[in-house]
């Protein structure tokens, strides 16, 4: 995660959370007990937020606040853009929404995609629409959670005997980010990457890329 005032500052977590002062060429360790596979920097720029942990950040130190008390296995967390106390956090089968910075927590289970392996999670600029990518495409909120459009799948493959389909393999949303001029991108498992380009319509953007995308 990039600090979004400060381009050289950068946060990762690599057997736990650091941070690096000078773009990624020399890096400093700020908790070693607590790793996690999901990283959001507040936009605001006041707190880095992982799936076990929220920190504070000033420009010289970055101090961890309090644990998030989420299970285990969080995938994705995103900071909404214009009210940086809301954070969105994302397990395998559900989204949890945190109005106060990540203390506590509501959780939004959709039917249209439990058990689909949430893998991505992406707000809008204006912090009104939350996408989540998981092994049936990409859905949308328009109410923080409470129901859910679908906006996208990435192929069409039938049942086979595992219940699941190939498009739920070779399709897997991974990631999901926003590009230049507001449009949507995607990273797929073994499928590539997709970017919209127009209401409703997908193009991929594969060129040079080879092997799945993992985020």
């Known amino acids: 995660a990039v600090h979004p005032h400060r381009s050289q500052t950068v946060f990762a977590l690599a057997q736990g959370l650091r941070w690096s002062r000078d773009g990624g060429q020399t890096w400093e360790a700020v908790d070693l007990q607590r790793d996690g596979s999901a ?6 720029a006041s707190f880095v937020i992982t799936g076990r942990a929220v920190y504070t950040v000033s420009d010289t130190a970055v101090a961890f606040a309090h644990e998030t008390g989420l299970p285990d ?11 940086s106390r ?19 927590w509501l959780a939004f289970v959709a039917a249209e995609w439990r058990g689909r392996n949430l893998g991505a999670l992406a707000l809008a600029a204006d912090g009104a629409s939350l996408y989540v990518g998981n092994g049936r495409g990409i859905y949308v909120s328009g109410d923080r959670g409470a129901s859910w459009t679908p ?4 192929g069409n493959a039938p049942t086979n005997a595992q219940g699941t389909t190939d498009s739920d393999i070779a399709h897997r949303v991974t990631s999901l980010a926003f590009g230049g001029g507001g449009s949507l991108v995607a990273g797929t498992e073994e ?7 127009s209401a409703g319509r997908w193009s991929a953007s594969n060129a040079g890329l080879a092997g799945p995308v993992s985020k």
Do not use: H, M
């Open 73 to 83: 296995g969080v995938r994705a967390v995103a900071v909404d853009p214009g009210y």
């Open 191 to 197: 499928g590539g990457v997709f970017r919209t380009v």
């Open 86 to 104: 809301w954070v969105y956090a994302g397990t395998e089968d559900s989204v949890y929404l945190s109005q106060d910075g990540g203390r506590t």
């Open 39 to 44: 990283i959001a920097c507040d936009p605001a």
């Open 151 to 154: 906006v996208a799948s990435f």
